[in-house]
């Protein structure tokens, strides 16, 4: 009976062991299943059914939201005096995006254009799209600035033509009008006799260009063959680099299209894209570690470099001619008009933007950008993107709608992009990404603590029935 009891003594030790090996060997081996599933869940590939369907359609909710700085002494301006401004909005669309024309590669990269789509939310707008606001008129002062160094002659010439078709130097139009077009006398003229001249060929509008339309042909890596490489860039419109700027640098286009990044982040990594509507690459450095509804993320943020001018941060000088750092001229991908780009309300700029026109108030809370992304896929959790679109003023003699302005960037809106995944969405990456993991965790652990507790007792047992079994001998 002794025996018996002894070899199922035996019996539990080996249990034990082979139980502590178990979940050695899943410490081990767990990591590398979860990477596996991550790798074949990231590459872009139609047989990923969540996570292709998320690179194709954006299937979770995203928003733009518009601000505009209404004038409020436009007259006083043209007398030379300081802008006074004050933020109207936000006027918020639902913003639909579609990959179309989508054809993959033997290179292991796939080419599509992406339509976007914009539908005005009354109920998330404060006013709405027949709300009047006053703005610089866009068609007079930015094209001032341009024939500035014209023959003094054509200046007279270029504002009697803007007084024949009633432009002024300001516009007082609907919300709707600005953002979508509007009916202009110069503007037909100008597609007639000077065609190219325009962004558009029919209204004119700040986003004319946006809506129902798409960000340039992008072909990108899938990460087939290589998954340090998926998402990344591989050329736009068939070009491998741009021919905007100063420098092979700033001529780069690097990173990718702005919408995932390869997985396996760590907080040295940096989040480098390509943004047509910037015009060329930028790139969002790592802030801090962070929590959303569980599932862990780090956040990224501009850094105060991004728009710095090529005095304050050399890397920059092939983005000039600069101003003032803080901005980003983008005049020569904007058909030459002085059009810069900062962050809203001058954020990180230099402080002197400020003296220049009174109304604004940066913080970092409400004109900062950022990008929460879960770090071991690379998908973005949380998005806000803040940009400010502003025209540089002067006046030009010859040309009397400019009248005695002094020299100014004057902001004329800044926007804000934000999305954020929730619903089934999350919900299927907080059961993959956290419970899993965390059950497999729990699971080797315990199979460990098991082995060991099943072990020890084991081993006491059997010592026991020894003791006993030398104690019958002896008697």
């Known amino acids: 009976m002794a025996v018996k009891k002894s070899r199922v003594a035996v019996g539990f030790i080996v249990a034990g062991v082979l139980a502590v090996t178990f979940g050695i060997v899943m410490i081990f081996v767990g990591p590398i299943i979860i ?35 209404n004038v409020l002494n436009p007259q006083e301006i043209l007398n030379g005096e300081k802008p006074m401004v004050e933020q109207r909005g936000p006027y918020v669309y639902r913003k639909q ?33 027949e709300d009047v606001v006053t ?15 014209l023959p003094f002659a054509v200046r007279l010439l270029i504002s009697s033509t803007f007084k024949t078709f009633k432009e002024g130097p300001f516009l007082t139009k609907k919300v709707g009008e600005l953002m979508w077009g509007y009916d202009s006398g110069l503007v037909e003229f100008l597609n007639k006799y000077l065609p190219g001249m325009l962004p558009s060929s029919g209204k004119f509008g700040l986003f004319t260009e946006f809506n129902n339309s798409n960000t340039g042909l992008f072909t990108i890596h899938t990460g ?29 286009i690097n990173g990718t299209a702005g919408q995932m990044w390869p997985p396996f982040m760590t907080k040295e990594t940096t989040l480098p894209f390509y943004s047509p509507d910037a015009c060329r690459s930028l790139e969002l450095v790592y802030e801090r570690p962070g929590v959303m509804e569980g599932i862990p993320l780090y956040r990224y943020v501009a850094p105060k470099t991004m728009f710095a001018n090529g005095s304050t941060y050399a890397p920059n000088e092939g983005f000039c001619p600069c101003r003032q750092s803080g901005l980003l001229n983008v005049s020569t991908c904007r058909y030459n008009s002085p059009v810069f780009i900062s962050h809203p309300h001058f954020f990180n700029a230099d402080p002197v933007l400020l003296d220049f026109v009174q109304g604004l108030n940066p913080t970092e809370e409400q004109h900062g950008l950022f990008i929460d992304i879960h770090p071991e896929t ?29 020299e100014v960037v004057m902001p004329m809106l800044w926007f804000e992009e934000r999305g954020y995944i929730d619903g089934p969405i999350l919900s299927t990456f907080y059961t993959s990404l956290v419970v899993l993991p965390t059950v497999m965790e729990v699971l080797q652990y315990s199979f460990i603590a098991l082995g060991l507790a099943t072990i020890v007792v084991a081993v006491v047992v059997y010592r026991r029935l020894k003791v006993r079994g030398a104690f019958y001998f002896l008697e």
């Open 35 to 69: 990477d596996d599933q991550i790798v074949k869940n990231t590459v872009i590939d139609p047989s990923n059914d969540l996570s292709y369907t998320m690179w194709k359609d954006l299937p979770v909710p995203f928003f733009m939201s518009v601000y505009f700085f």
């Open 97 to 129: 995006a579609r990959k179309q024309n989508i054809t993959f590669h033997d290179n292991g990269t796939v080419s599509y254009l992406e339509y976007r789509r914009y539908f005005f939310e009354p109920s998330m707008s404060v006013g709405s799209e």
């Open 135 to 149: 703005i610089p008129n866009m068609l007079v002062l930015g094209a001032s600035v341009m024939m500035e160094n």
């Open 224 to 252: 087939k063959d290589d998954i340090r490489k998926v998402h990344q860039v591989d050329s736009w419109n068939g070009l491998k680099e741009l021919s905007y700027w100063k420098t092979p640098q700033a001529n780069m």
């Open 378 to 406: 690379g998908v973005p959790l949380n998005v806000s993107i803040r940009l400010q679109l502003n025209l540089y003023m002067k006046r030009v003699s010859g040309i009397t709608e400019t009248g005695k302005i002094s």
